[in-house]
């Protein structure tokens, strides 16, 4: 029963959702940046993100294991991670270069130029060390909430409860799913927190 909870989990909580989340929280909290567009437009805005930063990667990284260039979902072997590690990256930084199009605060289009270095950083410790990118994305959720409370001067503290008790529950799926051990898990949440706090704040 708990094999399978952890397992329903990790897959609603797949760190390509992310960067959506982050973008749907600036759009939507009570405060001036929900005032830069009107709703036809963060709706378009949200969908393109999805589009660019979930569903694509996630198509082509279906299509490598289908294809046998990545063995499987889960990605138990290192170099079955570079791939699609890059694959995103690409996607995430092209949002980023979209975004800055728009005239749009500089806290939204940053979040995919966090997200961006985080993968980029989780491919590079991947090389030698396996490392949770489940961990490195809900990490990164909670340094922007924290991040987007201190700019726009909102308390979101029960929406930082509510991240940092899905990346307890977030880090037990991937411990009892055998998918990492507890240093992976630790150094993935730190990661995602950090470059997350760096690149906004930067």
């Not at 989990?9 to 749907?24: A, D, E």
């Not at 589009?51 to 072997?77: A, C, H, Q, Y």
């Not at 092209?94 to 940053?110: A, E, G, H, M, V």
Request: net charge positive.
């Amino acid at each position: 029963m708990e094999f399978r909870v952890a397992k329903v989990i990790s897959y609603l909580f797949h760190p390509l959702l992310m960067p959506t989340v982050c973008l749907f929280l600036a759009l939507y909290i009570n405060s001036y940046i929900s005032f830069t567009l009107k709703p036809e437009g963060k709706s378009i805005i949200i969908l393109m993100v999805f589009i660019l930063t979930f569903l694509l990667p996630s198509v082509i990284i279906l299509f490598l294991i289908k294809r046998g260039v990545v063995k499987n979902i889960e990605m138990d072997n290192l170099q079955d991670r570079i791939l699609p590690y890059l694959i995103t990256a690409v996607f995430y930084y092209t949002s980023y270069r979209i975004l800055k199009n728009f005239n749009l605060p500089y806290i939204i289009r940053n979040i995919f130029l966090g997200a961006t270095m985080s993968v980029i950083i989780a491919l590079l410790i991947n090389i030698k060390w396996k490392i949770s990118a489940h961990m490195v994305g809900i990490g990164g959720l909670t340094g922007f909430i924290i991040v987007l409370s201190q700019h726009t001067g909102i308390n979101l503290n029960l929406y930082l409860i509510i991240s940092v008790l899905l990346s307890g529950l977030i880090g037990f799926s991937r411990l009892k799913l055998n998918a990492h051990n507890p240093s992976q898990v630790y150094t993935g949440f730190l990661a995602g927190l950090s470059v997350m706090l760096i690149f906004i704040l930067a």
